[in-house]
């Protein structure tokens, strides 16, 4: 079992090889887009709130029921500033976290569309790319990308993505990509070196 890290510098040769074919794809959001993203956003940020409420409301509903069973008898001092802190909202970091994360996702998406086209027009094949079904406002998103006896998992959170690559022979290994460009050229080679494995055997 292995687990690695992608370094950008491994793909350079690759990358500057592609760079013309990626100036079309720089990931950025049209003006209706970034309306829907802000939108979503506020959505969270209102869900956050809403549920952080609900948890004050229902620890103090607890603190009192607590401190009627009790009566006046004593309590320790830490156990009052353990209960006196609440946790945190966490509002902005969640709507930094859900954001990165759609945005990600959707590069994701279009890398993979990219490489079933690549892989169909070149060698004939196809490949099946499946979701989890999850709402839009989960932190995560998963898919599984199946290829002959090639299975690959991702998960997405926030601005990184976590393959984890399945195979009978080699069993499975890790790899950590920050950038969609990285992912494709990854994702490209382990078709390929599918391909050359089937065809020697």
Same mark, same amino acid.
């Given at each position: 079992?292995?687990?690695?890290?992608?370094?950008?510098?491994?793909?350079?040769?690759?990358?500057?090889?592609?760079?013309?074919?990626?100036?079309?794809?720089?990931?950025?959001?049209?003006?209706?887009?970034?309306?829907?993203?802000?939108?979503?956003?506020?959505?969270?940020?209102?869900?956050?709130?809403?549920?952080?409420?609900?948890?004050?409301?229902?620890?103090?509903?607890?603190?009192?029921?607590?401190?009627?069973?009790?009566?006046?008898?004593?309590?320790?001092?830490?156990?009052?500033?353990?209960?006196?802190?609440?946790?945190?909202?966490?509002?902005?970091?969640?709507?930094?976290?859900?954001? *990165?994360?759609?945005? #990600? /996702?959707?590069? !994701?998406?279009?890398? +993979?569309? $990219?490489?079933? %086209?690549?892989?169909?027009?070149?060698?004939?094949?196809?490949?099946?790319?499946?979701?989890?079904?999850?709402?839009?406002?989960?932190?995560?998103?998963?898919?599984?990308?199946?290829?002959?006896?090639?299975?690959?998992?991702?998960?997405?959170?926030?601005?990184?993505?976590?393959?984890?690559?399945?195979?009978?022979?080699?069993?499975?290994?890790?790899?950590?990509?920050? *950038?969609?460009?990285? #992912? /494709?050229?990854? !994702?490209?080679?382990? +078709?390929? $070196?599918?391909? %050359?494995?089937?065809?020697?055997?």
């Amino acid at each position: 079992n292995t687990e690695e890290s992608v370094a950008p510098s491994q793909f350079r040769g690759a990358e500057k090889k592609n760079a013309t074919q990626d100036v079309g794809n720089s990931g950025s959001q049209s003006p209706a887009q970034l309306h829907a993203l802000c939108r979503a956003l506020l959505l969270h940020a209102q869900d956050v709130y809403h549920r952080h409420s609900l948890y004050l409301r229902e620890r103090e509903k607890k603190k009192r029921e607590e401190e009627a069973a009790m009566g006046d008898g004593p309590r320790g001092l830490a156990r009052v500033k353990k209960e006196d802190k609440p946790e945190k909202a966490r509002i902005l970091q969640s709507c930094v976290s859900l954001g *990165s994360k759609i945005l #990600f /996702e959707k590069r !994701i998406r279009k890398v +993979l569309l $990219r490489v079933a %086209k690549w892989l169909n027009s070149r060698y004939g094949e196809k490949m099946a790319v499946e979701w989890l079904s999850l709402s839009i406002f989960a932190l995560h998103s998963k898919f599984t990308l199946c290829f002959r006896q090639l299975v690959v998992d991702g998960e997405i959170v926030r601005d990184k993505l976590t393959v984890t690559r399945i195979t009978e022979t080699e069993g499975y290994r890790k790899a950590h990509f920050h *950038s969609e460009k990285e #992912f /494709e050229i990854y !994702i490209k080679l382990e +078709l390929q $070196r599918q391909l %050359k494995q089937d065809t020697t055997k």
